[in-house]
């Protein structure tokens, strides 16, 4: 039940770019996208909903496959502050009155100099 | 800007204390929710909160578990009788809408340590 991330590190030099993966074995209304600080809280990046439109990030894009059940995370031209977990949180509605995010498995990113 | 603010940020308790963690939600926001994570691992629900009564339990929110929303802006997370494995961070959430384009917003968390 709880979404799949890959890969599930990254180590990149500033500037270059990096994809990460999320994939659910249930149907998906919609994919939220958060990254993690250590110590923080979860801080919200993008959300994808069913049907292709797309909120978010300004430099930070997505895509969501509602057929296949992915999404991808796409950074570019990484910074320092990309650094983090980053998780996927498929939003699963379970009924008329619940909805609850799931978290991926997480994908830790560092970014270096 | 508007966020979820979470009292106490940090709290230390003995195994069998009960603990209250208190949240204050943003203010127009209707939906809240609880998350749990235990230090290096994902961030997990507990339990979501509507109209003044639970939508929707994980299996982690068992009975030592109560949620209360006791006045119009604090929304708590009661644990009973604490055991050592309820060490964690707990994350509060609110949103406005029940919808699925709707960005869930959590507050700085509170790490609770079971000794």
């Known amino acids: 039940q709880q979404p799949v991330q890959s890969p599930q590190a990254v180590i990149l030099r500033e500037g270059e770019d990096a994809v990460i993966n999320c994939s659910s074995s249930k149907a998906l209304y919609s994919v939220h996208w958060y990254r993690q600080k250590h110590g923080e809280a979860p801080v919200f990046l993008m959300i994808?909903?069913?049907?292709?439109e797309q909120k978010g990030h300004e430099k930070i894009s997505a895509s969501f496959n509602e057929k296949k059940q992915q999404s991808s995370l796409y950074l570019t031209a990484s910074q320092l502050s990309y650094s983090g977990t980053y998780f996927c949180?498929?939003?699963?509605?379970?009924?008329?009155?619940?909805?609850?995010?799931?978290f991926g498995t997480g994908t830790r990113l560092q970014v270096f100099p | 800007e508007p966020e979820v603010t979470q009292t106490p940020s940090h709290q230390v308790t003995q195994m069998g204390q009960e603990v209250i963690l208190r949240c204050v939600p943003i203010s127009n926001h209707l939906y809240f929710y609880w998350y749990r994570q235990i230090l290096g691992q994902k961030v997990e629900f507990l339990v979501s909160f509507y109209n003044n009564e639970i939508s929707e339990k994980s299996e982690i929110f068992d009975d030592q578990f109560s949620v209360e929303r006791p006045d119009g802006s604090n929304f708590t997370l009661k644990i009973r009788s604490t055991k050592l494995e309820d060490s964690a961070m707990y994350f509060c959430a609110s949103t406005r809408y029940r919808d699925k384009g709707e960005t869930q917003y959590f507050g700085p968390g509170t790490r609770l340590l079971v000794l």
């Open positions: 994808l909903l069913k049907g292709g």
């Open positions: 949180g498929p939003f699963l509605r379970w009924g008329y009155n619940t909805d609850k995010l799931i």
